[in-house]
Each structure stands twice: as C-alpha cells, then as structure tokens.
Nanobody, 119 residues
Framework: QVQLVESGGGLVQAGGSLRLSCAAS????????MGWYRQAPGNQRILVAV???????DYADSVKGRFTISRDNAVNTVYLQMNSLKPEDTAVYYC?????????????WGHGTRVTVSS
C-alpha cells in the first residue's frame, strides 16, 4: 500500500505560478509511476502529468510547456510546478501512485488540493 498527501494549492492570479507537492509513504519501492490529475466542477478527473520510476514524463496537451512534473527520491516526494496559470486550470488536483504488479497491482489517491486561478 502507498499513502499520498498533497499540499501547495491555493488562489493565484492568471499568469502566476504554484508548486504542488505529493509526499508518498508506505511501499515506496513498489511504485511504478506517479501522476497528477485534476477535476474541475462538473467534469471528469483527467491526467495532467505523469512520471515513471525510470524518470520518463508525459503531459496533457493543455499543460505542455507550462507545467513540469519532477520528483525527489530522497524525500519520496513528487512535485508539479505550474507556471503561466490560466483560469481554466482551476480544479482540485489529485496525486496518484500506481504500484505493484500482477495480482498485487494497485492505485492510491491523495485527498486532493484545490487550485483556483482568477482572471
């Protein structure tokens, strides 16, 4: 099992920046990939960015060039640096960990952190 705790959300003006953090605990060595998802009111939860255990990253087209996902293995934390924020980035952001393999494969979610971008 993996436990996740997000932090770093808040209110920011359009064009501003925020950095989200996701601290992982538990079976860290079993993590295959960690990602950030977001869910705006009335919308489905969608993938924003992902980083694999090998360091490969991928981003949703809507955030490419503005958001950067990174990790610090020393403190078991994944970050999402968000620059040039737009009102449409407003959402609750969730951290996710995909871990394990075969019958022990699992997925954990954090509680979410709210990001509000004002115009």
């Amino acid at each position: 099992q993996v436990q996740l705790v997000e932090s770093g959300g808040g209110l920011v003006q359009a064009g501003g920046s925020l950095r989200l953090s996701c601290a992982a605990s538990g079976s860290i060595s079993s993590i295959n990939a960690m990602g950030w998802y977001r869910q705006a009111p009335g919308n489905q939860r969608i993938l924003v960015a992902v980083i694999t255990s090998g360091g490969v990253t991928d981003y949703a087209d809507s955030v490419k060039g503005r958001f950067t996902i990174s990790r610090d293995n020393a403190v078991n934390t994944v970050y999402l640096q968000m620059n040039s924020l737009k009102p449409e980035d407003t959402a609750v952001y969730y951290c996710n960990a995909d871990y394990g393999a075969w019958e022990a494969r699992g997925s954990s979610w954090g509680h979410g952190t709210r990001v509000t971008v004002s115009s």
